[in-house]
């Protein structure tokens, strides 16, 4: 297979639309739907089921689909850090979730800016659950991520800490004034559902509490009384004063991981991980 059938695919199972396939990749139809064919004719199997409205992905498309994405990701990583090999410029991109791990990653900055010959670190502030997107493409060469919540296959890491959670609540809720909270203490709250990340496919569990897309939404909800929130104890120092801090006794505890691509051999890399087991 070529990667630029693979792009061809990916854009039709996406848009389940040759036209508007074609119009996205800059193409005409007739090319794109003999590409089509011929990708399935190569492989032996039906990728998609084609009728007047359009197509479907069949079960062998949507295997092809989730291999496809992954190679093209691949090689695009390739390119970019091949291209930075190549530059004389000692530079590393660590991507890490935006309000998250503050007080870690300026301690892991410093550190490795006083080691010799240390690399310029750029900081990639990112959404949840960017960072493993941003590693497996080569936009960043490591990433500050959380066990369990993070998918981290694929990747070695270097364990850096481990902490309990808290519920973050209005600092007006009767259960501001505890001094602890269990998960059933703030599930069993109506008027204050517990708020909803989104999952590894984007995707978000069922439920009454809102869909949370970025941390502003989140301290403002929160602080409209709106909704509760389960974060690790280190993501406090971005709280406002109406927003009030519970230890969770009964949470899983989150340990965050310095990550990068299994495949690595980058000097830069493995100098940063020595100093952050060091810490």
């Known amino acids: 297979m070529e990667t630029r059938e693979l792009r061809y695919f990916v854009t039709v199972a996406e848009e389940l639309h040759f036209s508007r396939a074609a119009k996205r990749l800059g193409m005409a139809q007739p090319p794109l739907s003999r590409a089509i064919r011929q990708l399935e004719r190569r492989l032996g199997v039906t990728l998609l089921e084609r009728n007047r409205s359009g197509v479907m992905l069949t079960g062998a498309g949507h295997v ?26 000692n530079r590393l991109t660590l991507a890490t979730k935006a ?10 900055l410093d550190a490795h800016a006083a080691e010799p010959g240390a690399a310029e670190i ?36 270097e364990d850096l800490h481990t902490e309990q959670q808290v519920a973050v609540l209005p600092a007006v809720h009767p259960l501001a004034a505890r001094t602890s909270l269990t998960m059933a203490d703030i599930s069993d709250v109506p008027d204050l559902p517990v708020a909803r990340w989104p999952r590894q496919d984007g995707t978000y569990e ?74």
């Open 64 to 89: 092809l689909l989730g291999e496809a994405r992954g190679i093209l990701d691949a090689a695009a990583a390739a390119t970019r850090r091949t291209r930075r090999a190549a530059s004389s410029t």
């Open 99 to 108: 309000g998250a791990n503050h007080e870690l990653l300026r301690k892991l």
């Open 122 to 157: 750029e900081v990639l502030l990112c959404g949840m659950g960017d960072q493993a997107r941003m590693l497996r493409d080569g936009r960043a060469d490591v990433a500050l991520m959380q066990r369990p919540f993070d998918a981290l296959a694929g990747f070695d890491t």
């Open 206 to 279: 069922p439920g009454p509490g809102p869909e949370i897309h970025d941390q502003s939404q989140l301290a403002q909800l929160i602080a409209l009384g709106h909704t509760v929130a389960v974060i690790c104890a280190s993501s406090r120092a971005w709280l406002w004063s109406a927003h009030a801090a519970i230890p969770l006794t009964d949470a899983p505890h989150v340990t965050t991981v310095l990550a990068w691509p299994s495949q690595s051999r980058s000097q830069a890399v493995a100098s940063l991980v020595r100093t952050a087991s060091q810490l």
